[in-house]
């Protein structure tokens, strides 16, 4: 995800030059291109949450985004070695 408000083929234009100026070798600069599976934009990702609160699962994705955050730092690891810590006092 790209947090931009510029069209996906100006970002997909910008990732391009730079991966030329990085790679030089024109087959290098395709396999980077072509590795990647799709650009979101802030305007792009703003339809999708419209879709979301359309179809009511709203509720769900809030869910969903608190439990990968969750997992993302590590929040039940931390409670659990808190709680074990205050049980061993």
């Known amino acids: 995800m790209i947090k931009t408000e510029q069209t996906v083929d100006n970002i997909l234009k910008k990732v391009q030059e730079q991966a ?23 305007p792009k990702l703003m339809s999708h949450f419209d879709e979301v609160l359309q179809n009511n699962r ?21 409670e659990q070695d808190i709680l074990a810590d205050e049980e061993a006092r």
């Open 20 to 42: 030329t100026e990085k790679y030089k070798i024109k087959k290098i600069v395709n396999n980077y291109m072509d590795s990647i599976e799709e650009v979101i934009n802030i």
């Open 58 to 78: 709203g509720a769900r994705i809030i869910e969903e985004i608190v439990l990968q955050s969750r997992i993302e730092f590590n929040v039940e690891s931390e």
